[in-house]
DNA sequence: AAAAAAG
């Protein structure tokens, strides 16, 4: 019986003043050929500290030793045992030399020696304050998600839970949860989780910033934690389990470093690889063993191609920014890695797909991949959240330079815990960050810049600084738009306005995160009046003050209402299940009941249907 | 038209 998980992670954090669990003087790590026999895997090595507060036989027996079915990946789960049964079930072998089986992870029992602690980190977030710190690491203010709406859609949805006690995602995975100073699910959590451990394919409409890798990491871990997949050896091919596909190079290497926390002393292993990096070294983390492979489009096609990667034992497969890996650009790269390499086939896997939003078309396609899925919204209709204070401002194209410049010397006197707020300023062009960055830093303003025509080195380099305050002045394509999860940054500059509102959403959303506040400033002007009309729907769905200009902008550009257009009569959810339109569903079902609202019965056709063309309504939910 | 993603 635990007591809460406050109390906890208040034990946890107060015994954890130096928390050295794999130290230095850790033991000499055994040789590559050392046995480790079956009922000491997945434990801590003996001759490590132990954990604070790490009491009790907590590890182990819920792990290997654990008495589920072998061969059944989920519990919950209908899958066919897909062909694999001579790999699945003969956990207890050593590993053997190449072209041997091995148990799941191959390498990571001696990898696990030199597993460095994640929690124990100097990267940028320990340079900032503690008090400062602390509010951001452990605060995710749950006060504001106190009435998300959510909408569910889907046969027999698995009820959501309150807490991360309620679910038994196994002991290592729950410490590293308390150790992360979670102390209760995000709504987002709260109803994808379960849904996932129950085997179920699922897209989730999301809001920016609302937790949503712990959301898929979790289930992930914890059912590799707890199966016992042995997979083959070919001569230097790896097997991942699981597939975690992202749009940038820095968006995944942030997925890795999460999933790298949560996957601490579980015997998980997490690799990533991408472009712009050298290969060797990726290569090298590959063949040490990779359970959760973490990668961008190009970079895994290449290791697909050079055979060092197999897809034949994915169990789980995840599109972070789903809509954006499905859309013109991406959608040939990943259908070739999902739909043309040795993935097993949807039904198969698991998928799960995870964004801020989710145009309707791109959930048409989506349905490609996933079978008998879970729609999951989560958030209120305009997106992204109304702890970000959203502002428009007309100015004209050559005015913008000035009226930058004056916001920052705003921002300046008012300095926040003593240093300058991050400021992210988007533009249209990698050419236009340049400029602007080299005119900023002429000007006195210590920025930076992130774009593709920069050097992978330089890409994280800019981020590394802009993160630690050195240039506090971030000036990105939208190359930074997604996912980043940048912590103290208080206002968003779009500088040049985005075509698409949902880019805005997206771009918006790295700041207003864990539950703070944040600014959002647009320059507007003629150049964007295809945005005004979604423009102004959002901000009023969103409780923004829209000003009366935009208004008017607004009724007068667009008549026709392009692919921009929100309404579409949608309400006060804007995430909605493509499903549910009337249109949808020619051969199936045709205008029966196929949808029911909270949980119980409903849509009844497996996934995988096109038909029908909705309105272009753009979900506004992250 | 632009951005991203392999080299």
Known sequence: MRTSWADAVA???????????????GAPHPGRSSYVPPHLRNRPPASDPPAPSYSGPTSGNDRLGYGGPTSELRSGGSRPDYGHQGYVGVGGRGRGGVGGWSSRGGGRDFGREREVNPFDNNDVDNETEPAFDEQENSGINFD?????????????????????????????????IRRCKYVKPTPVQRH?????????????????????????CFPIISGIMRGQFARPRGYRTVYPLALILSPTRELSIQIHEEAKKFSYQTGVKVVVAYGGAPITQQLRELERGVDILVATPGRLVDLLERAKVSLEMIRYLTLDEADRMLDMGFEPQIRRIVEQMDMPPRGVRQTLLFSATFPKEIQRLASDFLSNYIFLAIGRVGSSTDLIVQRVEF???????SHLMDLL??????????????????????????????WLYTNGFPATTIHGDRTQQEREQALRSFKRGNTPILVATDVAARGLDIPHVAHVVNFDLPNDIDDYVHRIGRTGRAGNTGLATAFFNENN?????????????SNQEVPAWLTRYASRASYGGGKNKRSGGGGRFGGRDFRRDGSFGRSGGGGTDYYSGNSSGGYGVSGGYGGGHGPGVTSAWD
Not at 413 to 432: C, D, M, P, S, Y
């Open 395 to 401: 100015v004209h194209e050559y005015d913008k330079r």
């Open 192 to 216: 994808a989780i379960p849904i996932s451990l129950a085997g179920r394919d699922l897209m989730v409409s999301a809001q920016t910033g609302s937790g949503k890798t712990a959301a898929f």
């Open 144 to 176: 504001a998600y106190e009435d998300i709406p959510v909408e569910t859609s889907g046969e027999n949805v698995p009820p959501p839970v309150n807490t991360f006690a309620e679910i038994d995602l196994g002991e290592a995975l729950n410490l590293n």
């Open 11 to 25: 034990a946890e954090n107060a015994a954890s003043g130096s928390s050295n669990i794999n130290g230095p003087g």
């Open 409 to 438: 010397h705003a921002q300046k006197a008012n300095g926040v815990h003593g240093k300058q707020a991050l400021t992210l300023v988007f533009v249209e062009t990698k050419k236009g960050a340049d400029s602007l960055e080299h």
């Open 529 to 541: 009046s295809s945005l005004a009309r979604p423009l102004a729907d959002l901000m009023q769905e």
